[in-house]
């Protein structure tokens, strides 16, 4: 469903993607995991076209992502981002920022997509917060309205970009549940995470990314609990245990 | 005292009349320099070269020129070209522009002000550029211009007697033709400036209200 073949970026004379070929299928889980400015994030910018790319291609759903081209909103309603700041709406409430690509983008009827909206808001455990500003409501609340907001364009793909990375550790557990249960109703995501406990549980394929190249994927189990590379071994012996 | 008060009730009425020529053009250069402003910071910020080069330039030109040799322009230069118009609606077109520079600047770092991963996120869900700025952006600059807007309101309000270079009869004018036939100079200029501050201080009210608005989040 999401294809990218030999993906080249540099930002000025830093190269951050030195040929990424992967491909994600309907339905499954990817997580891609690896240090700090190692060009994880950039692959999701890239994918959903917030970044352009120097050379080779991403395809969605047959589909050539360009960022210059129109055909890029089509691409954005089918492939929603989730953040790892949240970015809300902040002068809008939780039920509002859910319906504003429905009703604005889609141009579905008002009274349908807030219907929906509460009903999505209701699936992520936010029934009692329709009404609140992004302001009023936790961190993990308001990655929650964010995951609603993305599922409120009905995409056939989301990425998510770090989404509990800016979470308190209490509140990383609720958004997670969330994600765990999208992956269970068959939603087809890429995550870039540092979290392997759901790495390893959710994800169906990891994709270990350093120095912009995938220097190793498989399953989940097998990336995690035997890595083959040297590089692998080590990213996760300081992930796993830090001191 | 007694005597100020004399003159005050002999004089007001024709003050009045400039008083109303003061409120026309401000209002008129007001809404003139708004739309500018908008329309210079919109191309500002559309990440388009061409249109961003461009109004920075011409902020720059409209900064670099005083009010007053703008006014003289408009009104004396032009006619030469063969555009003539009124005194009036040379003042107000020639404050607007002036003033357009400033509005621009000040919408500018409103909008720049406001989270770009605000602006990723209405990309995200499929927004062009208008979409975002009408939907996402321009709300929430709103709150963060109106304060230094109401300020250049005053300053307007005030720069509006420049008009009188070029013989539009608002207050400062007035004042001016009845204190040169009358000799009342104090009489007349403490007038004409308590009229001038009676006008402000709603809009130092107004201010005030925006600032406190705008500090609740």
């Known amino acids: 469903m999401i294809e990218l073949t030999n993906v080249h970026k540099r930002f000025g004379s830093n190269e951050v993607l030195k040929g990424i070929t992967a491909s994600v299928d309907k339905s499954e ?211 796993l245990h830090p001191l | 005292m007694q005597n100020f008060l004399r003159d005050a009730g002999e004089f007001m009425p024709i003050l009045l009349q400039g008083v109303w020529l003061t409120v026309v053009v401000t209002i008129g250069s007001l809404l003139l320099s708004t739309v500018l402003g908008l329309v210079w910071a919109l191309m500002r910020v559309s990440g388009i070269g061409v249109l961003s080069h461009l109004s920075a330039g011409l902020i720059n030109v409209i900064r670099g020129i005083p009010i007053i040799v703008l006014l003289f322009y408009l009104y004396f230069v032009l006619p030469e070209f063969g555009v003539a118009m009124t005194a009036l609606q040379a003042s107000i077109l020639g404050l607007g522009i002036a003033y357009s520079a400033y509005q621009s600047e000040n919408f500018r770092a409103g909008i720049e002000a406001i989270d770009k991963g605000q602006i990723e996120a209405a990309q995200t869900i499929g927004m062009g550029w208008w979409m975002t700025m009408r939907r996402v952006v321009l709300p929430q600059a709103v709150k963060i211009v109106l304060p230094p807007y109401g300020n250049i309101m005053i300053m307007m309000l005030k720069d509006s007697s420049q008009a009188s270079t070029i013989t539009v009869a608002e207050l400062a004018l007035q004042g001016k033709l009845i204190a040169s036939s009358t000799f009342k100079n104090t009489s007349v200029f403490t007038l004409v400036a308590l009229m001038y501050l009676t006008m402000s201080i709603p809009l130092i009210l107004l201010v005030r209200h925006f600032e406190k608005k705008a500090s609740r989040k």
């Open chain 1, 29 to 239: 889980v990817v997580c891609i995991i690896g240090p700090s400015g190692s060009g994880k994030s950039t692959i999701l910018r890239c994918i959903n076209g917030l970044e352009s790319y120097d050379a080779g291609d991403i395809l969605v759903e047959g589909a050539k992502v360009d960022n210059k081209s129109p055909s890029i909103v089509a691409i954005r309603t089918q492939v929603s981002m989730v953040f790892q700041r949240f970015n809300l709406f902040p002068h809008r409430t939780a039920l509002e920022n859910v319906v504003e690509g429905p009703i604005y983008v889609k141009q579905e009827p008002r009274a349908e997509a807030f219907e929906r909206g509460r009903a999505l808001l209701a699936q992520v455990g936010l029934a009692d917060k329709v009404d609140a500003h992004p302001a009023q409501l936790s961190g993990g609340q308001q990655q929650r309205v964010a995951i609603a907001r993305a599922l409120a364009m009905q995409p056939k793909a989301i990425l998510f970009d770090e989404p509990t990375s800016a979470l308190d550790p209490e509140l990383v557990g609720e958004v997670l549940g969330v994600m765990r249960k999208l992956a269970d109703d068959g939603m087809t995501m890429i995550v870039v995470t540092h979290e392997m406990g759901f790495a390893r549980e959710v994800a169906d394929r990891v994709l270990f990314i350093d120095g912009g190249v995938i220097v190793e994927q498989g399953g989940a189990k097998s990336v995690l609990d035997k890595p083959q590379h040297a590089r692998t071994q080590d990213f996760l012996r300081r992930i």
